[in-house]
T-cell receptor, first 114, second 112 residues
Framework: DGGITQSPKYLFRKEGQNVTLSCEQNLNHDAMYWYRQDPGQGLRLIYYSQIVNDFQKGDIAEGYSVSREKKESFPLTVTSAQKNPTAFYLC?????????????FGNGTRLTVT | KQEVTQIPAALSVPEGENLVLNCSFTDSAIYNLQWFRQDPGKGLTSLLLIQSSQREQTSGRLNASLDKSSGRSTLYIAASQPGDSATYLCAVANTGGFKTIFGAGTRLFVKA
């Protein structure tokens, strides 16, 4: 079955440590996205990538970094510069942007930083 | 700046009732509008996508409408079931299609 795999499901880190969240897709989608979800709020876009070796900042990119070395993979690093990293992180993909292609989501990674 | 608002924030209905969820957006220059379902602790599942040139889309018991001029969309759920209990999110893709803005969602509870 095609889909998006995010790992791990739960992640715990100490304040000041960088942490990398994994996102892999086998849908052959060109575009991939990272969103952050906080309780009672909508999803907010962190970074997106339209093609391999290219990515753009979303609305809340500060304190995060990404890479897109392979079409299938779009890992997100939460750095120590992110002031409030505890959140639910969702990875998504779509074909040729989201004009006529729905976003497909993984099951998320819940990050807790103490 | 595009803003998406969903009303109500939460809704509780008895099983079998027909219901409408509302979504409004501030900028009518959209590429498409999507409705998603999210179960607790899970990712989002796409329910319906309406392209900017379309007025509505239907899938089973679900019907979504789009009125760009008024900046509104509705999701109609017919004959609700307990399995429909979830959070429903509305999202609009702006020009270029790569930035999708989400509403905060409507949490639906269908009582058996």
């Amino acid at each position: 079955d095609g889909g998006i795999t995010q790992s791990p499901k739960y992640l715990f880190r100490k304040e000041g440590q960088n942490v990398t969240l994994s996102c892999e897709q086998n849908l052959n989608h060109d575009a991939m996205y990272w969103y952050r979800q906080d309780p009672g709020q909508g999803l907010r876009l962190i970074y997106y990538s339209q093609i391999v070796n290219d990515f753009q900042k979303g609305d809340i990119a500060e304190g995060y970094s990404v890479s897109r070395e392979k079409k299938e993979s779009f890992p997100l690093t939460v750095t120590s510069a992110q002031k409030n990293p505890t959140a639910f992180y969702l990875c998504a993909s779509s074909s040729q942007g989201s004009y006529n292609s729905p976003l497909h989501f993984g099951n998320g990674t819940r990050l807790t930083v103490t | 700046k595009q803003e998406v608002t969903q009303i109500p924030a939460a809704l509780s209905v008895p099983e079998g009732e027909n219901l409408v969820l509302n979504c409004s957006f501030t900028d009518s220059a959209i590429y498409n509008l999507q409705w998603f379902r999210q179960d607790p602790g899970k990712g989002l599942t796409s329910l319906l996508l309406i392209q900017s040139s379309q007025r509505e889309q239907t899938s089973g018991r679900l019907n979504a409408s789009l009125d760009k001029s008024s900046g509104r969309s509705t999701l109609y759920i017919a004959a609700s079931q307990p399995g429909d209990s979830a959070t429903y999110l509305c999202a609009v893709a702006n020009t270029g299609g790569f930035k999708t803005i989400f509403g905060a969602g409507t949490r639906l509870f269908v009582k058996a």
